[in-house]
Every structure is written in structure tokens, then in C-alpha cells.
């Protein structure tokens, strides 16, 4: 199934091309906002699922491109994305030692929504194609073995990054934090549809122009082994979001009027917009153009404000 909110977090199933409103199926639910409503659907979905289908077979399909879309996950209590979690196309000799960051619930974008890029002296502004877990029930020290049965469906997900900015090591929090800098969507496809996560093609645009392109079982540490690690550290809850990160060669710099789209197999396309104040400039490039070059790092900002001076 795939489970969506549109206009007014009306809860959706999408049925092709078309949502059908199923929120009188979820209208006893107490919330104070829909994150509440969705958490606990994925909570007790023994108990929700076969209301969800009825009323999505009785109900009054709408085509999509009708209504707005809203992220299907609009405030998680937790994100938490795999940090260097592929093996680069075979470039990396070992995995990285498995680690991970959180990000903060005020990032999530939904989409048709814009990232903006701030006013801060970042080298470059990316953002990570990524299939994210959705997890379906409460993880605690959970071992590998078991884990798959905590996930509830997989949704796309873009990692926002201001990279380089200063001091020199104070990374992670300010980079990965920021408002915008969680695009997620369009909705969320239950695991039941999804056999083999392992196996999915991630791809990423920019501008129509294909950036990212690879495949999920380029994945260092699998979903099992991230969901037994995590687990270990605190607990997961329904509705918690575990991005598992991307393949960074691809990876280019976000710009003003960029339009951004996201198709991870079987998950659907994710399409959001760039908006940057400032009109920061850099070369369309890629990391691997770069690399294949035999230039390292990402490539530098050519014009606009916090522009390096020349060396």
C-alpha cells in the first residue's frame, strides 16, 4: 500500500495516478497534529490496514496532480542517516566502520516545496539520494536477524549537506540540520511491496539532467546490521525515519532554480525545488567528474557571496 498525505494532511492512498481520501478510516485517532495520526497507523497496522483498504476502495479517487502533496512524515520524532554507507561503485577497498548522525525533525520538506540554501560560507550545497527505512514498531537492542520485521515501508529521502563550514571539524550538526534539508516522498510504500530492498535503483536528477545512478546493493552495512546498530545506541519508535545513505560520486552542487527529482525503484518520484537568495554559483560538475579529472574535493564556488579569494 501506499500511504500519503495531501492538502490538509488528509490522510491518502495513492491507487496509480490517483489518491483516495481515507481519513474517516483514521478519524478516531487522537492527534494534535498528523504525524500523530500516521505514527499511529504504522503502530497498530493489523488493526488499520483492512479499514485502510476498504475505505480506499469505496472512497473517491482524485488525481494526484489535483491536490497538494504533503510529506508523508511531516515531523518524526527521529531521523538518523547512515553516514558512508556504500562501497563507491567498488572504490572503497573495506566498508567504513559503521556510524551514522541524527538530523533534526524541522528539516523535512514535502514535495513541490522549496530547499532553501542559507546565507553561510559553505564550499557547496548537495543533497543525497537516499532510500529511507520507515520503522513499524519500537526497536530497542534489536538483533540483525530479526530486524527486517521492524521495518514498515521505505519512503525517498534527500540528505541536505552545507559542506565545509567553519571551524574546521564542527561538522555534522550544523551541515545536516538545517530547515529544508530533509526532502521526503511522496509517500511511503509499505514493505510488503518492496521484497528486496537490497536491490533497488536509486536515481537522482538535476535540471532533467540524470546526476546519481546506482544501486542499493552497492550498500555497505545493510538495513539489518544499521537497524541492530542503531537500535543499540537508543530506541527506535513507529513512524522514525533510517536513512541509509548514498553513493556519493554522483553528487553535484545544488543551485538557485534548481529543480531536484528522486526516483528510488518501486518507491516513487520525489520532485522539490532550490532556492538561494545569495545566486551562489558552481560548476555543474560531479565528484566523479572530478575524480576522473584527477582533481580531488568538490568543486569550488566560481561566483557570489563567500566566494574564496584567489590563492
Not at 498525505?5 to 478516531?28: I, N
Not at 526497536?139 to 571551524?167: C, E, H, K, Q, W
Not at 543499540?232 to 529543480?259: E, K, M, W, Y
Amino acid at each position: 500500500m501506499k500511504l500519503l498525505f495531501f492538502d490538509d494532511f488528509k490522510l491518502g492512498v495513492l491507487k496509480g495516478d490517483q489518491v483516495v481520501d481515507v481519513s474517516s478510516a483514521v478519524q478516531g485517532i487522537p492527534h494534535v497534529g498528523p504525524q500523530d495520526v500516521i505514527n499511529a497507523v504504522i503502530e497498530k497496522w493489523n488493526e488499520y490496514k483492512s479499514k485502510l483498504e476498504q475505505a480506499a476502495t469505496s472512497g473517491k479517487a482524485v488525481p494526484l496532480s489535483q491536490v497538494r502533496v504533503r510529506p508523508p512524515l511531516p515531523k518524526p520524532t527521529t531521523i538518523v542517516c547512515m553516514a558512508v554507507n556504500y562501497m563507491e561503485d567498488g572504490t572503497r577497498s573495506e566498508p567504513a566502520p559503521i556510524n551514522a548522525f541524527l538530523k533534526s525533525p524541522s528539516s523535512i520538506l514535502g514535495p513541490g516545496e522549496t530547499m532553501v540554501l542559507p546565507d553561510v560560507p559553505a564550499t557547496i550545497f548537495e543533497g543525497e539520494a537516499e532510500l529511507a527505512v520507515v520503522i513499524g514498531k519500537r526497536a530497542s537492542n534489536v538483533r540483525a536477524a530479526d530486524a527486517m520485521s521492524y521495518v514498515f515501508g521505505y519512503t525517498n529521502f534527500i540528505d541536505g549537506s552545507a559542506r565545509g563550514l567553519p571551524p574546521s571539524g564542527n561538522t555534522f550538526y550544523q551541515m545536516k540540520s538545517r530547515d529544508t534539508f530533509a526532502p521526503i516522498g511522496p509517500y511511503i510504500v509499505t514493505a510488503d511491496e518492496i521484497p528486496n530492498p537490497h536491490k533497488r535503483q536509486v536515481k537522482l536528477w538535476v535540471n532533467g539532467e540524470l546526476k546519481q545512478n546506482f544501486n542499493t546493493d552497492d550498500m555497505a552495512h545493510q538495513i539489518p546490521r544499521c537497524i541492530e546498530w542503531v537500535s543499540s545506541i537508543h530506541a527506535l519508535v513507529p513512524g522514525d525515519i533510517l536513512a541509509t545513505g548514498t553513493n556519493h560520486r554522483g553528487l553535484s552542487g545544488f543551485q538557485n532554480g534548481d529543480v531536484i527529482e528522486l526516483e528510488c525503484e518501486g518507491v516513487g518520484r520525489l520532485k522539490f525545488n532550490i532556492r538561494d537568495d545569495l545566486k551562489r554559483a558552481w560548476s555543474r560538475e560531479t565528484r566523479l567528474d572530478r575524480q576522473n579529472k584527477g582533481q580531488e574535493g568538490t568543486t569550488p564556488q566560481t561566483s557570489g557571496k563567500h566566494t574564496p579569494a584567489p590563492k
